[in-house]
């Protein structure tokens, strides 16, 4: 049955009021994500710029963006560091439920039953919305993307320190101002010249440990609010189909 108007009023008024302050606690609830976000970005971004002693002494790492850097540590372009290529396959050749990962421009990986590598390797997006922000580190059989750059046969830098560091900082630096064009499409000078700052090898690991156990820290984190917003998304739900049901009293 329909209630009288003005109790009708009254859970309008009501639910307005409850479902205003869960929405609010959702909202502060995803902000929280976001800035634990933020957070592992900062701490990873220190890591492999500034290393983990705090008694290190700096120098002058004569790349503006990059400023100081341990002692030392020196700085190489990425053409130095591993053998940059491309993928030869195009996004038709796709197959659902493939035996091989194919990283596309996407952040999500598709299928294939074939492979080109079998190594480890770190690639980005060569065009597309991803340019500069998609990143993916893999190691074993898996093919890509003709406009997917393909990073590999690393020398002198540990595969997923590599990857740590490009993540963090390429998109932020070389696709901005005079590199950035109106087309999102990233060419290969940007990044065989891109410099990266190398620590020695042991220093690579310890960083690698270090910024894992950030991420896995802060993704407890993540998923523990995910949680509380899915129980607020739920309380709201409850309350309103109670509240106009009659079976709660407003």
Same mark, same amino acid.
């Given at each position: 049955?329909? =209630? ?16 205003a302050? !869960? $929405?609010? +606690? !959702? ?5 929280? !994500?976001?800035?634990?976000d &933020? ?8 890591a ?5 002693? =705090? ?5 002058p ?7 100081? !850097? @341990? ?15 491309t993928?030869?396959?195009?996004? %038709?050749?796709?197959? =659902?439920?493939? %035996?091989? @990962?194919?990283?596309v421009r ?13 190594? &480890? ?5 060569? $065009? ?29 830098v +540990? ?5 740590l ?7 932020r630096?070389?696709?901005t101002g $005079? ?15 891109? =410099? ?20 896995? %820290?802060?993704a ?7 949680? &509380?917003?899915?129980?607020?998304k ?7 189909a ?9």
């Open positions: 049955t329909i =209630p009288p108007k003005p109790e009708q009023d009254r859970i309008v008024a009501f639910l307005d009021q409850k479902t302050e !869960i $929405d609010a +606690l !959702i909202a502060k609830k995803q902000r929280q !994500i976001e800035l634990l &933020e957070q592992k970005a900062i701490l990873i971004n220190h492999v710029t500034r290393g983990l002693s =705090p008694n290190s002494e700096f120098k790492s004569g790349v503006e963006w990059i400023a100081d !850097i @341990p002692q030392h540590w020196e700085v190489k372009r990425l053409r130095y560091l591993c053998i940059v290529g993928g030869e396959r195009d996004t %038709k050749n796709s197959i =659902p439920d493939g %035996k091989y @990962p194919f990283f996407s952040q999500t990986a598709e299928q294939i039953n074939s492979y080109g590598f079998d190594c &480890e390797a770190v690639l980005t997006a060569g $065009d597309g919305a991803g340019v500069g922000k998609v990143f993916h580190h893999f190691s074993g059989k898996f093919d890509a993307h003709q406009r997917v750059y393909v990073m590999r046969d690393f020398v002198e +540990l595969g997923r320190y590599f990857f560091f490009l993540r963090e900082n390429f998109h630096v070389a696709l $005079d590199a950035k064009s109106t087309v999102d499409s990233l060419r290969r000078s940007m990044l065989t010249d891109f =410099p990266i700052p190398l620590p020695p090898e042991d220093e690579q690991l310890a960083i690698i440990q270090h910024c894992d156990e950030i991420s896995e %820290k802060i407890d984190l993540g998923r523990t609010t995910l949680k &509380e917003i899915q129980s607020l739920t309380l709201r739900s409850t309350l309103i109670h509240a106009v049901t009659g079976r709660i009293k407003v």
